[in-house]
């Protein structure tokens, strides 16, 4: 079991996959249940426009970088700005 999954509870399918992986948890392990903080919508936005920023060819450091190195920047970039 890896140490980190997700699961969005949008239909049966995905509750009976959370549900077995906390069956198969070791002891000790921890779930948490929250509220997103942002919508599926906004995600798919955010990745679209990484996405477009690498395909643009702009540089960074003098280097091209590919979508998920444009998501660690631009999530960093905001974490120091505010």
Do not use: N
């Not at 980190?4 to 906390?22: F, G, M």
């Not at 249940?33 to 990745?47: A, G, N």
């Not at 920023?53 to 998501?71: E, V």
Request: proline share 4%; net charge positive.
């Amino acid at each position: 079991m890896s140490d980190k999954r997700i699961y969005r509870l949008v239909h049966d399918t995905a509750r009976r996959l959370a549900a077995a992986q906390c069956q198969l948890a070791p002891d000790g392990w921890i779930v948490t249940i929250q509220e997103p903080t942002r919508t599926l919508d906004q995600s798919v936005k955010f990745h679209a426009i990484c996405g477009d920023i690498a395909k643009s060819g702009l540089l960074w450091a003098g280097k091209p970088r590919a979508a998920a190195q444009w998501k660690v920047l631009l999530v960093s970039g905001h974490a120091v700005a505010t």
